[in-house]
């Protein structure tokens, strides 16, 4: 079964203290894996997108990267403004679907 | 160019009663996916369609629960007879197809939060 599991589901950082999330996925023929952000009361909004092995993608202090078995989300230097929970969605190549995980809920302390 | 509407942000029905969420999608995007969130729990599929065209409902429950995307208007997801179960943040999300590597990237609205009394 298709499955993508996020972690750690709480972070909690100091200011400018970097870290990574993690998104490891199981699925049939990976199309493309999803960065979102999701801030309380929103709708995700749109990161990036990853669709094969070693690439990497770049915004401001966010960094995506993929295995063939994971995704890491990686935060230098966060600022407050950074909080929000962080969602990865993947869609395999033989369905419509994409999968989401439960998201890392991710506080940045001044 | 306007992102994913939906409305209303908030409805409220009583048990039995009708729920009708609207969206329109980015302008160019062809494909409408719903999604439902419960708290504490991710974004759970429900059903895709393209223009007059419903793709993929594998995730919409079997019993009152229909969506609909005509050649005009809105995307529509309809649920009748709610039950208290149906209360949750439903999100829609609009795509077009990336010919060249053959993904959609989806764009959310901002989502309608549904209250059963």
């Known amino acids: 079964e298709d499955q993508v599991t996020q972690s750690p589901e709480a972070l909690r950082l100091q200011e400018g203290e970097s870290s990574s999330l993690n998104c490891s996925y199981t699925?049939?023929?990976?199309?493309?894996l999803f960065w979102y952000r999701q801030d309380p009361g929103k709708g995700p909004e749109f990161l990036f997108t990853?669709?094969?092995a070693g690439e990497e993608k770049e915004k401001e202090r966010l960094k995506a990267t993929l295995t063939k078995k994971e995704s890491f989300l990686h935060i230098t230097a966060p600022k407050p403004e950074d909080s929000a929970t962080y969602l990865c969605?993947?869609?395999?190549?033989?369905?419509?679907?994409?999968?989401f995980g439960t998201g890392t809920s991710l506080t940045v302390i001044p | 160019n306007a992102g994913v509407m939906q409305n209303p942000r908030h409805l409220v029905r009583r048990r039995g009663q009708e729920a009708r969420l609207r969206c329109s999608p980015m302008?160019?995007?062809?494909?409408v996916y719903w999604y439902r969130q419960l708290p504490e729990e991710g974004l759970k599929f429900m059903v895709y369609?393209?223009?007059?065209?419903?793709?993929?409902e594998s995730g919409m429950p079997k019993e009152r629960f229909s969506a609909e995307f005509p050649k005009e208007g809105p995307s529509i997801l309809r649920i009748q007879q709610v039950v208290r179960g149906d209360s949750a943040a439903y999100f829609c999300?609009?795509?077009?197809?990336?010919?060249?590597?053959?993904?959609?990237?989806?764009?959310f609205g901002p989502g309608t939060r549904l209250t059963v009394l």
């Open positions: 999300a609009s795509s077009t197809l990336d010919m060249l590597y053959f993904y959609d990237t989806q764009y």
């Open positions: 969605a993947v869609q395999a190549g033989t369905g419509n679907q994409f999968y």
């Open positions: 699925v049939s023929g990976l199309r493309g």
């Open positions: 990853l669709y094969s």
């Open positions: 369609l393209q223009k007059e065209n419903i793709i993929d």
């Open positions: 302008k160019g995007h062809s494909h």
